[in-house]
DNA sequence: ACATTCGTGAGAGTCAGCTCTCACGAATGG
DNA sequence: CCATTCGTGAGAGCTGACTCTCACGAATGT
């Protein structure tokens, strides 16, 4: 008499607890698999490749915008690992780039899953996911070190430039209607992400 | 004996031209009044609104995009006719300011179009059209007093940076992604189009 | 006036994103 | 060990983007 609704995805502490977050994880690891080789994410191919149903897969994961964030989620690097390579330097204009660089390079290198996602997002912008977007956590992470010195209204605004420039879309704006290679849409997804932050560095002007 | 494939789209001199033109005409009309009136625009609804069936729609337009491309198009004012208001002011950031105003609105009227655009073009970038693209003409426009004063790599650099931020996805990713409502994701277009710019302007840093 | 041309409509077919229903059957609780 | 639970599979259905085939019929040239 109790719901008998579809909640197979819920990760409460039902009983079959172990199986749920068994398919669960066969399905995110069937995406990041072939999301790694390059090759079409569908739901149809990872519920194949998880050997799970396609009702299955949508019971996990509701549409396939939010299999493919969570999935790339767990390839990604935490913005401390991907910032590694700066975590001394305290320039943010150097931390900026380096955030930049590496989001356009894991870009370009998961670029059907990252197509895909766009696609599936842009046309349902009302479940987009609240803030915590993998870009966010990068670009916090970069800025950290004048989080307290700057101005918070030029942070924000800092902020939401810099979204905008370290981005998926942008890379594929330089390589699709720019035609650019690889290398140069990383370099200017790069120029462009420093330029913003040389200019909210400058005293006010 | 000659070739009985369909090329009812090709403006050729054939004999039928008028009738073709007509269809293609009627097509387009269609596609713009529902943009105007923020319907969904797809391909089926398009081929009943212009009376036309949808195969006949796809001889005209390979696909959704190049339909929607040649819409807006068609309903776009010239670079010199949105950026009338500054045609009298030589400073390239208040040029630009402008521009990006202009497109972030038209984008903002147009979301239902915009956003199928970019569904449509970003699982397809190999037929993405060549350079002459909207947001190119109002930039290169936007950016014309400088062409010549500015060096020549840094222009282009910033014509780069600005193609990204002057752009439907950069409003959308402020929309979306950030929840801004309207108007501060104008004015996030315009801040960002305008801080790249007085950093390309000073003397090389 | 006639034969050919060719723009067009109709409709079947494929694939992906989803939604929904139904029933099987294994895990679970008593 | 039996009864209930509920995760799952199978499959039908719907929409949109396309693709392809086939045949109608109006425009065209002679």
């Known amino acids: 008499m109790q ?45 194949r490749a998880a050997l799970v149903s396609e009702a299955t897969a949508y019971r996990y994961f509701p549409n396939l915008a939010s299999l493919l964030r969570e999935a790339m989620a767990g390839q990604w690097p935490t913005p401390a690992e991907a910032l590694a390579r700066v975590a001394d330097v ?13 989001l356009a390079r894991t870009v370009l290198v998961n670029q059907g899953a990252a197509r895909a996602m766009i696609a599936a997002t842009v046309t349902r912008p009302e479940d987009v996911p609240a803030r915590p977007a993998l870009r966010l956590g990068l670009i916090d992470h970069a800025l950290a070190p004048v989080a307290d010195t700057l101005d918070a209204a030029a942070l924000e605004q800092l902020k939401r430039s810099l ?35 040389r200019e909210a560095l400058r005293p006010t002007s």
Chains 1, 2 share one sequence.
């Open 90 to 102: 305290t320039d943010p204009v150097e931390r900026v780039a380096a955030a930049a660089e590496h």
């Open 3 to 47: 719901q008998r609704s579809d909640q197979a995805s819920q990760p409460g502490t039902g009983g079959r607890a172990n199986q749920r977050l068994r398919t669960r994880t066969a399905i995110l690891r069937a995406a990041s698999e072939l999301m790694r080789d390059g090759r079409d994410v569908t739901m149809p191919e990872v519920a």
């Open 163 to 197: 979204s905008v420039v370290i981005s998926a879309e942008a890379v594929f704006t330089l390589t699709d209607l720019l035609r650019l290679d690889a290398q140069e849409a990383v370099a200017g997804v790069v120029r462009a992400a420093t330029a913003l932050t």
